[in-house]
């Protein structure tokens, strides 16, 4: 499978309604290596409106001094010496007027991203998933190692994240054990059942790029296990512990628990927390608080924001 990031073009924040309605479906470019292809649209300088994800239709490249309305697909009488002083005062400032810029054509999907869990379950696989943690239960096993710890390290009554929440698993026996708890997740098959099975739970469908400004926060815990950061759409991990840092309190603890032997790597990850603001306070190998050596096969990671 390939972990080629998705492009990234990016929008003044003004732009995203009309991005979003398809109302706006054409973008100038100035020295940028725009493609054909999958894309993701991001607004703003930081998170401040949900990210969208489209496609690239086609580039043409022109002359910047004969770029007319048409080329631009610009309103007939624009006046293009003007809509050149946009481009720089909003995107480009050292644009000189002798060049050649591209016009970009996109479109929306309203698919969700392609998270490498759509990529690799079927929808079938997706609905037994769901059932998975309630037929473990009904046996008698214990499906609530996660809580347990999360509850040790929170202070009664915290406000937690459950980022990736799948059907609420985690979610449901942290919010009985009196923690005030969102859970989110991509995938609205697992959201669904999560919500049959565990009725009065907080649970959303939302990619984790997406987090802000959806869930609110802040909250004093975060935990993001069940393998989500291996399942997330390639490329997009850093933007996903970006939008984490968003939400996160000060001095708020995010834990992750994963397989070593994934794409994203506990190597990776420690990168991306560091980048964030974040360090590392524990790294267990199980969620019974094994030590983690270099044998480990899963990472229990727990960091602290700053
Ligand atoms: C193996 S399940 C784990 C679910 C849950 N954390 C648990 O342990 O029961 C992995 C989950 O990650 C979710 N996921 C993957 N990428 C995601 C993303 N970008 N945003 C939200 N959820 C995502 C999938 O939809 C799936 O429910």
Redesign the pocket.
Known sequence: MSSRPTQVIRFHVRHHAAVMSGEKVTTVRWQEQVAVGPATFVFGDGPTAPTLTGRVLGVETHPLPTLSAADARQPIGTDMAAFAQELRAGYYPDMPDDTEVQVVEIEVLDEP?P????AERTERQ?HA?ARR?IDIASDGKDVDG?ARLIDAMATPGSTVL??????G??THALSVRGHRVIG????PI?VEAGREQHPGTDLRV????DLTPHVGGPFDVIV?????MT???PG?ERA?LAAMATVIAPRGRVVF?FHTDRAYTVEALDQDASDVGWHLEHRFGTWNLDPFTGESDWAVSVFRSA
């Open positions: 991203r998270t490498r869990w759509f997706r998933y943690f996660e459950d980022a990736g929440c799948g059907a698993r985690i989110v997740d991509a995938d697992l939302l990619d984790l790029v993001c296990t069940g393998n989500v399942y997330v759409e997009t996903i628990g």
